[in-house]
């Protein structure tokens, strides 16, 4: 039976995956793209009977094209942490660890179901996801010294910059590649050591972008909410995600967003909800057409012009 490892872009998905891979080693053909493009399962030959192993996409937003697979005997393992949908299926085929708690992720899932076993690359992923608080606990825990945390922490937070584009063009490592690179390594404070090339030049090109977010336009300030307006360039693009992070870290009391121009006239937003209550942020996202994504941290695809003062509102009035 041919397996298929479908995963989202980011640090939390391919992280889950690098867990999932090196306990059980395969042959497998490998479904990714950037962070935002998560309708990844369609990707997947409905025609015969195959084994998918889907990570760190939304099971709504994929509900038709597992139940085309489930229909023809397809083996579905689903493992996340975004909201599912009112029902799973009931197939004997489908297996699912889903937990939509805004202080876990896909990888942490992974974690626990590997009983630990390459827990590092699961810290750098919660890093990655920006749960702070819960991945230097792990860290302590692991008997990590704060130096190796914050290496996992650099390392998490680069890999999910890589994640965000408009396409696979604006990235620096298509995610696919990234994860092959870096499967290589059963720890991560490995791969730091080593310096491969693929790490520097992504640890320089998250630095350089950042430095440029960092000094982008606030948009509209007030006491609930922050948000910052991005151009229609690739760095822009790249930097989005994880410039919304660091803005949640310094602003935990407000919720943080980054709206970017798109070449089509709209704009793509990033939201994260306020540290001090992680929770709303897919709410506020689903109230516009292309919105989705989890308590903690979502996003609106194609938001319209017409559309920037409503989400202002929103975003604003919504945690005051």
Not at 304 to 314: A, C, G, N, Q, S
């Amino acid at each position: 039976m041919k397996v298929y490892d479908v995963f989202n872009g980011d640090a939390d998905g391919i992280c889950a995956l690098i867990q999932l891979r090196l306990a059980e080693p395969a042959e497998t053909t490998l479904i990714t793209g950037v962070k935002r493009d998560i309708a990844l399962v369609r990707q997947v030959p409905a025609s015969e009977p195959v084994r998918a192993n889907i990570l760190d996409v939304s099971l709504e937003k994929n509900r038709e094209a597992v139940d085309a697979l489930l229909d023809v005997g397809s083996e579905v393992f689903y493992v996340d942490h975004h909201f599912p949908g009112d029902e799973l299926p009931s197939s004997a085929k489908f297996t699912a660890l889903i937990d939509t708690q805004p202080t876990t992720c896909t990888s942490l899932l992974i974690d626990n179901y590997l009983g630990g076993r390459f827990h590092h690359w699961a810290i750098a992923a919660a890093f990655g996801d920006n749960l702070n608080a819960i991945g230097n606990d792990l860290a302590e825990k692991a008997g990590l010294s704060k130096e190796q945390g914050e290496a996992l922490k650099n390392l998490g937070v680069c890999i999910n910059y890589n994640g965000y584009g408009a396409t696979v063009e604006d990235l620096h490592f298509h995610p696919a590649d990234l994860f092959l690179e870096f499967v290589k390594f059963e720890d991560p404070l490995g791969l730091i050591a080593s310096e491969p090339e693929v790490w520097t030049k992504l640890r320089k090109g998250y630095e350089a972008d950042m430095a440029r977010g960092l000094s982008a336009p606030v948009l509209f300030k007030s006491d609930s909410a922050l948000i910052v307006q991005l151009p229609d360039e690739p760095w822009a693009r790249r930097v989005s995600g994880v410039l919304g992070n660091e803005l949640a870290n310094r602003h935990p009391d407000q919720a943080c967003a980054i709206v970017t121009e798109r070449p089509n006239q709209t704009y793509l937003v990033s939201i994260r909800a306020p540290l001090s209550n992680r929770t709303g942020a897919d709410e506020v996202a689903r109230r516009f057409p292309t919105g989705g994504g989890r308590k903690a941290a979502a996003g609106i695809n194609e938001l319209p012009p017409d559309k920037l003062d409503e989400f202002i509102e929103v975003l604003q009035t919504y945690w005051s």
